[in-house]
């Protein structure tokens, strides 16, 4: 689904869209460190995953103007 609200990154993504570089990056370091043993490294990369693509990216899905503000507020 192409970016109809804001800018848009080679003429279809929206800045909404590089939370899932946040996403590719977090998963896989957040696994190695549990692999380590390194429980510390491990919650600290969950909670910036939770907090950047939920919290963050789920706000700016909801802003006026987006399909799922359409949705859920009509």
Known sequence: MPAHVGARILDHFGW???FS???MYTVP???IAIKKGNVKAHKRKMILLYVGAILIA???TL???RY???VLFG
Do not use: D, E, K, V
């Open 16 to 18: 909404i869209h590089l």
């Open 21 to 23: 570089f946040l996403t």
């Open 29 to 31: 370091t957040a696994y």
């Open 58 to 60: 789920g706000g700016f």
């Open 63 to 65: 802003m006026p103007g």
């Open 68 to 70: 799922l503000h359409g």
